[in-house]
T-cell receptor, first 110, second 117 residues
Framework: KQEVTQIPAALSVPEGENLVLNCSFT??????LQWFRQDPGKGLTSLLLIQSSQREQTSGRLNASLDKSSGRSTLYIAASQPGDSATYLCAGLGTYKYIFGTGTRLKVLA | EAEVAQSPRYKITEKSQAVAFWCDPISGHATLYWYRQILGQGPELLVQ????????DSQLPKDRFSAERLKGVDSTLKIQPAELGDSAMYLC???????????????FGQGTRLTVV
């Protein structure tokens, strides 16, 4: 059974710092890994999708990598801003469904 | 830009009452998901449709929850009777998804926040 773990559970950093969020999964038989952002009381916004044939994806200040052999994915945020404050969720995409981690709550201090 | 539409955004109901949520996926998306997210936790899959067929409802409490996608487009999730523990965010998502193949990127709606009192 696929399990997804995110570390740390919460993170508070000063504005401008580069930071890394971690996601680990138990079953390497995943096809894709997707990172989402969730603001309080809102739905999920897709940030990056890494397909199984890829090792990383970049969008602006965000970079996500995937290492299926070790069961890990990381989300790198460069030059963090207060507007980046949110919960970040990763999800492993199996044959038919997504399994989510519990998220990392990020707070970027001005 | 195409979006997944959900309604209502917020719902307060008394326990033992019936409640229903509606979802309209992005046009052309064959796969539709209903997730439940309890505060502070990650979303948990309740039911997944491929077109009008249920692919996975193993985590759906079938004694009180039901879901349908009659024409393979929009979907309704119903709870009857509602219990206090059902208070959560109910999220709908859709993806292109092809049976037997890796699913594609998922897009989520804004969710319905349910409070049972």
């Amino acid at each position: 059974k696929q399990e997804v773990t995110q570390i740390p559970a919460a993170l508070s950093v000063p504005e401008g710092e580069n930071l890394v969020l971690n996601c680990s999964f138990t079953d390497s038989a995943i096809y894709n890994l997707q990172w989402f952002r969730q603001d309080p009381g809102k739905g999920l916004t897709s940030l990056l999708l890494i397909q199984s044939s890829q090792r990383e994806q970049t969008s602006g200040r965000l970079n996500a990598s995937l290492d299926k052999s070790s069961g890990r994915s990381t989300l790198y945020i460069a030059a963090s801003q207060p507007g980046d404050s949110a919960t970040y969720l990763c999800a492993g995409l199996g044959t038919y469904k997504y399994i989510f981690g519990t998220g990392t709550r990020l707070k970027v201090l001005a | 830009e195409a979006e997944v539409a959900q309604s209502p955004r917020y719902k307060i109901t008394e326990k033992s009452q019936a409640v229903a949520f509606w979802c309209d996926p992005i046009s052309g998306h064959a796969t539709l998901y209903w997730y439940r997210q309890i505060l502070g936790q990650g979303p948990e899959l309740l039911v997944q449709f491929q077109d009008e067929s249920v692919v996975d409802d193993s985590q759906l409490p079938k004694d009180r929850f039901s879901a349908e996608r009659l024409k393979g487009v929009d979907s309704t999730l119903k709870i009857q009777p509602a219990e206090l523990g059902d208070s959560a965010m109910y999220l709908c998502a859709s993806s292109l998804g092809l049976r037997g193949r890796p699913t594609f990127e998922a897009f989520f709606g804004q969710g319905t926040r349910l409070t049972v009192v």
